[in-house]
């Protein structure tokens, strides 16, 4: 049992894993709708999605031997080389004027990006208890999805008054009171024995885990649907409907706010009320609707975009807390292995995403991209109904 001092401590380190979490989230967020749209200008629209299916494949041959990395280097040293990277990418996008060098800047971004947030899953799960944490996540996941909500006013203002490079750089200099976080807090933090599994192995493994399967698959959805409005949505609203991007930007913030607002109460009901099914089932129900009913949408009227916008992201944000909540109570911080392959949902889905939506783009248009996402929404259905509650 942990002493009072004890349990001060861990509650002032969870804190500043919340700021961590914010200000790392302000630095993904603040260019992240305005990506795609960065890169056609490179390249042209098409190749947009070849872009982040590269960005994706090496994520996932860098998240396949995380846990050596964490072995070798420590958990807080590896978190410190991540944003390092970080910070050189950025300065890469803004100086450099090669489109090769610069798209190569780009894709270091994204691949920093999704390794530190395996950094940040590792160093919370270490301060976190089964019985707290949907509470702990929901918190969490609230305080870092906020940074979500202002950053789109943020990149809409900046990409207004300047271009697309600075609101990278912009984005980026928060990596550098990131890094001081985490040298002032955790300077003693003591990593646990980290499981190496093969990737091979882990693939055979998951099967018999058939929960944990569902919950894969049940986030692979979630990130697919990502992986299509991040890239697609914002290119639709700009060129087909004609929003400027600051009418874009305020939409987003209003988009983005169930996250804040709903995932907190959510994760702390996981915990003591109600299992995950008939929340993540829900989900599903209401992401399916809202992304069919933006398909319906035929005319540039803010309210209708931006209400079924944050309908999809209602029922997006009961996936993602629900998702969060049921994995993390099935690992703790030493299965570096199964973080890694729960993470590797993220980049798998924008691969499969991305070459999909380049596939039917060949037969259709933006708005029927909707409808066939809506449909695969509704699939969550066949995994989150079958789960067994962790209560």
Known sequence: MQSKSEILATKRKIKAIYVVGFLFSLTVAIPAYIGSEFI??????????????????????????????????????????????????????????????????????????????????????????????????????????????ISPLIAGFIISETNHQTVFLVAGLLLLPTILILLLNFKDFKDSPYKITPLSKLITILPK?????????????????????????????????????????????????????????????????????????????????????????????????ASGLVITRIGASMIEIMNETYFFKKCDASDSDMVSLFRMTRPIAYIVGPLAGSFFLLFTNYNYLLFILAGIMFLGLRYSLTIKDTK
């Not at 990502?226 to 209003?254: A, C, E, R």
């Open 40 to 149: 056609s200008l490179l390249i042209g629209k098409q190749s947009v999605g070849i872009v982040f299916a590269t960005e994706a494949v090496a994520t996932i041959m860098l998240l396949s031997v995380f846990g050596l990395i964490l072995k070798k280097n420590g958990n807080i040293h590896a978190s410190i080389l991540a944003l390092s990277f970080g910070i050189l990418a950025v300065l890469g996008i803004f100086f450099l004027k090669t489109p090769i060098l610069v798209i190569l800047s780009f894709l270091l971004f994204l691949i920093v990006s999704n390794l530190f947030y395996l950094n940040l899953d590792v160093l919370l799960e270490k301060y976190t208890t089964n019985s707290s944490t949907g509470s702990i996540r929901g918190i969490f996941m609230s305080v870092s999805n906020s940074a979500w909500v």
């Open 209 to 305: 885990h058939k929960d944990t399967l569902k919950i894969w698959m049940s986030n692979f959805l979630l990130y697919f649907f990502y992986s299509w409005m991040v890239i697609y949505m914002p290119i639709y609203l700009h060129n087909d409907m004609g929003f400027d991007w600051k009418t874009i930007g305020l939409m987003f913030t209003l988009m983005l706010m169930p996250f804040v607002i709903l995932e907190a109460p959510l994760g702390k009901l996981a915990d003591e009320r109600f299992g995950e099914k008939e929340m993540l089932s829900a989900g599903f129900i209401i992401i399916g609707l809202g992304t069919a009913f933006l398909g319906f949408i035929a005319i540039p009227d803010f309210w209708l975009f």
